[in-house]
T-cell receptor, first 112, second 115 residues
Framework: DAGVIQSPRHEVTEMGQEVTLRCKPISGHDYLFWYRQTMMRGLELLIYFNNNVPIDDSGMPEDRFSAKMPNASFSTLKIQPSEPRDSAVYFC??????????FGQGTRLTVV | AQSVTQPDIHITVSEGASLELRCNYSYGATPYLFWYVQSPGQGLQLLLKYFSGDTLVQGIKGFEAEFKRSQSSFNLRKPSVHWSDAAEYFCAVVSFSGGYNKLIFGAGTRLAVHP
């Protein structure tokens, strides 16, 4: 398996634009997590899914953030409109029940 | 609420010295515990994990960790540090919430290695 695949690796956008981050989890994994990493806040859990269903989105900072998982092999995290304070590295991770999580390489988002 | 605490934000050791990174968790039952390592610009890589059984677990790159229930700790150790071990280390716990598994991370410990 190729592991968790995230795209794009880097994204630079202007304030107010819509940003969509993508994630392909490892086949057979039924949990998918989205994390945000910044120097100030560390690694924050934004939302996680189980069998494509959002279970806990309490970490989503604002209504500008939304996440979907239309099927077992694809998830998106969308920010609309984006703001400079959204600049961070966004990680996607997947796992099976009672196993470790595998992380993607992350998407470095810069909002100018 | 479940939480993970890594008391040391930065640690500096000399190459060849021993290392211990601290991790404490707050959780009622026996949790699933993990240590991950992150090199600059990279994702997180699993070093080792504890689910049950022997409380001393061995991981990759010569790392080990010991689960101590009485202290709610899962400290990471390495007898002799190499310069390539310089990275950020994260302790994590799986929290069972409403029948689901939620993976929570500590704030991380950044390790610097002096030659």
């Amino acid at each position: 398996d190729a592991g968790v695949i995230q795209s794009p690796r880097h994204e630079v956008t202007e304030m107010g634009q819509e940003v969509t981050l993508r994630c392909k989890p490892i086949s057979g994994h039924d949990y998918l997590f989205w994390y945000r990493q910044t120097m100030m806040r560390g690694l924050e859990l934004l939302i996680y899914f189980n069998n494509n269903v959002p279970i806990d989105d309490s970490g989503m900072p604002e209504d500008r953030f939304s996440a979907k998982m239309p099927n077992a092999s694809f998830s998106t995290l969308k920010i609309q409109p984006s703001e400079p304070r959204d600049s961070a590295v966004y990680f996607c991770a997947s796992r099976r029940l009672n196993t470790e999580a595998f992380f993607g390489q992350g998407t470095r988002l810069t909002v100018v | 609420a479940q939480s993970v605490t890594q008391p040391d934000i930065h640690i500096t050791v000399s190459e060849g010295a021993s290392l211990e990174l601290r991790c404490n968790y707050s959780y009622g039952a026996t949790p699933y515990l993990f240590w991950y390592v992150q090199s600059p610009g990279q994702g997180l890589q699993l070093l080792l994990k504890y689910f049950s059984g022997d409380t001393l677990v061995q991981g990759i790159k010569g790392f080990e960790a010991e689960f101590k229930r009485s202290q709610s700790s899962f400290n990471l150790r390495k007898p002799s540090v190499h310069w390539s071990d310089a990275a950020e280390y994260f302790c994590a716990v799986v929290s069972f919430s409403g029948g689901y598994n939620k993976l929570i991370f500590g704030a991380g410990t950044r390790l610097a290695v002096h030659p």
